[in-house]
């Protein structure tokens, strides 16, 4: 076959590669034989960049992990001027969004295929980055004095608990019942789920 990519753009081919096949078969069908054809490159190849196929899942789940923190930074830039309260809503309800526009990947991130959160220091900072958004925004709240006696730990795992659980739900088909007329995805129960929880976290301060 022609090498016809520069050293990176080789990389970004064969994620690219990856990420479709992800999305047709699951982590289980994976493989850099595959990758490599689709790419149009030699079975060779792929090995310059991923040393087997565990490396192929950790770089793709780098990915996704980095994804979903630019897709909270920008509701954070974006509700700079909103309440806490409204903050971290928004952050739930885009979490949601997240799992519903990159399904595979996200079910890779979070499934039992996954890679391990520190399988490589790259992803370990990825998951850490994404994982800030809720904590500083249930901080946020608390600083507001709406946290009541609970601790912004604990309500920041009840926060991701519930939109994980909300993402999870739609994407293995179990939410259909609870959508409303005009909803056609889990983003609607999502935002109205996370008006509840804002609701129930502001609560605690009475």
Avoid: C, N
């Avoid at 789940?61 to 809503?89: H, K, S």
């Amino acid at each position: 076959m022609t090498e016809r990519y520069h050293h990176g753009d080789l990389r970004d081919a064969l994620l690219a590669a990856a990420t479709d096949m992800l999305a047709e078969t699951g982590p289980r069908g994976l493989s850099l034989r595959e990758a490599a054809r689709r790419a149009g490159v030699s079975t060779g190849a792929p090995y310059r960049h991923f040393k087997d196929k565990d490396a192929l899942l950790t770089a793709l789940a780098t990915r996704g992990f980095l994804a979903l923190d630019a897709a909270l930074r920008a509701v954070d830039t974006a509700a700079a001027d909103a309440t806490p309260l409204e903050r971290l809503r928004r952050l739930g309800v885009a979490y949601v969004e997240f799992a519903i526009a990159q399904p595979a990947l996200f079910r890779l991130m979070f499934g039992e295929f996954g890679p391990a959160t520190d399988a490589s220091e790259e992803l370990a900072q990825a998951v850490r980055a994404s994982g800030a958004h809720l904590p500083a925004a249930v901080e946020a709240v608390r600083r507001e004095g709406l946290l009541g006696d609970f601790e912004t730990e604990d309500v920041t795992l009840l926060a991701w608990s519930v939109v994980h659980g909300v993402a999870s739900l739609y994407l293995d088909g179990h939410l259909h019942a609870f959508e409303r007329d005009g909803e056609s995805s889990g983003v609607g129960v999502a935002e109205r789920v996370t008006r509840v929880l804002v609701a129930a976290v502001s609560s605690a301060a009475h």
